[in-house]
C-alpha cells in the first residue's frame, strides 16, 4: 500500500469519522496493547500511529508521567492525530527519534504496508531496549485465514466488495509485496533475534462499519481506483441502498508479540 493515499487530508478526515463511529480500532488496540503487556514506566513507541489509537490505548496502562513516542510518516494523519490527542502525553514524529530504544515497540494494523516484512520488523527491532517487546497486529484475514461467519443474511460481508467489483472501476494494487502468512511474520521476528508468541482476539464488524471503511481512499483504490476520490462515495452510496445493514461478521486479529531470543 503506497503512503500516497494516506497523505491526504480526506483520507485523515474519514479515519476521524470512522473511529469516531466504529470501535474496530479503538478495541484493537486495546488487546494489542494488552498483549505487549504495557505497564507504567514503559517506553513505548508506537510505529503507523496513524490518528492516535494506538497511543490512546497505551495511556490507559501507562503511568501518569510517561510519553508515549508515535511516528506517522503521512502529514495528514499525523496533523490529525496532534489535533485530536492535543494536551495528552503523545509525542508525534514523521520518523523514529535516532539513538533512543524503548521497552515495547508496538505497530497496530499496518504492518503488511510499510514494506518486506523482514525489513520492517528488522527496523523496529533495533529501536527494541534490551529486554524489550516487539509488539504488531493485523487482521487474521491479511495473513490468509478465514474468517467465521456472523449473522445476517450476509453473514461474510461479501456483497459490498462484490457489488464493487461488479463496477468493474478496479485497479491492481501496485506494491507487489508477497502475500503474508504466520509463517513468513514468524520468521522475519525469528531473522531479528525475537521469537515470536502469537494471541488473537475477535471483534464484529458490522455492515456500517465496513461501509465506511471502505470510504477511506487507500482501502477503496483496489476496487474503485478508475474513478477519482471525490466520486466514489456516491457509488458506496448507491450500493449501500441493496446492503443489508443488520447483517455482521467475526472479524479476528492476530497479536504477534516478539520477546528478545538470539540477540
Ligand atoms: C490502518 S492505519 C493504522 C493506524 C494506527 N496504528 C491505528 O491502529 O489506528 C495504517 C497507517 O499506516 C500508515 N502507512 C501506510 N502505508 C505506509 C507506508 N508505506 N509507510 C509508512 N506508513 C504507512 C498510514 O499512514 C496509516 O496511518
Sequence with gaps: MSLFLWNHAVTAERYRLFTDRHDRYRLAARALVEAAAIGPGHRVLDVAAGIGCTALACLERLGETDVVVSVEASGAMRQEGERRTRGLRIAWRSAP???QQFDRVICGAAIWALGPVSEVIGGMSNLVAPGGILAVSLPAAYL?????????IDPHLTALPSALAALNLGKPPDAALPPL???RLTQAFRENGFSMARSDTRLRLTQQAYLDWMALPPVNETLLGQTRPEDRPALLA?????????SWRWERWALCVGTEATR
Design 181 to 183: 502468512s504466520n509463517t
Design 238 to 246: 448507491r450500493i449501500a441502498e441493496d446492503l443489508d445493514m443488520a
Design 144 to 152: 490468509g485465514e478465514a474468517d467465521e461467519p456472523g449473522g445476517g
Design 97 to 99: 527519534p535516532e539513538g
